[in-house]
């Protein structure tokens, strides 16, 4: 399964890399913004989109759009936020997001994620 994690902290994109090591089969690409991220995606198609919220110039909710958009549109996708608002999980699925996870990205919740995806049971 290949993975595209969003987000314009290198320290994050770093994080997220390290999370997928650990987990087989699993293959991910990083991208700082919405161009990286459309390049990333014509080099290698992927399963899986996650997203920051807040990103320099824009944010993850228009990304996912920008995404969508380009021909992406069957692929899961998830939001990850620091932040600590009872209303994002609503606004995520209603941009598109299968859910919204806490920052930074844990292991297990990426597991899940692909399990589920994967049709079988965590």
């Not at 902290?9 to 991208?31: K, P, Q, S, W, Y």
């Not at 996708?77 to 930074?104: E, H, I, M, V």
């Amino acid at each position: 399964m290949h993975l595209l994690y969003v987000d314009d902290d290198r320290i994050n994109l770093m994080l997220f890399e390290a999370a997928c090591r650990h987990l087989d089969g699993v293959t991910a690409a990083t991208a700082g913004d919405a161009d990286e991220a459309l390049q990333c995606a014509a080099r290698q198609r992927p399963d899986l989109l996650v997203i920051d919220l807040h990103l320099d110039a824009t944010d993850g909710l228009r990304v996912l759009g920008t995404l969508r958009a380009s021909g992406l549109a069957g692929i899961p996708a998830y939001l990850c936020s620091a932040d600590d608002d009872p209303g994002l999980q609503a606004r995520a699925r209603d941009a598109g997001f299968a859910g919204c996870w806490a920052k930074p990205v844990e292991p297990p919740a990426l597991q899940a994620a692909l399990q589920a995806l994967a049709g079988s049971p965590p």
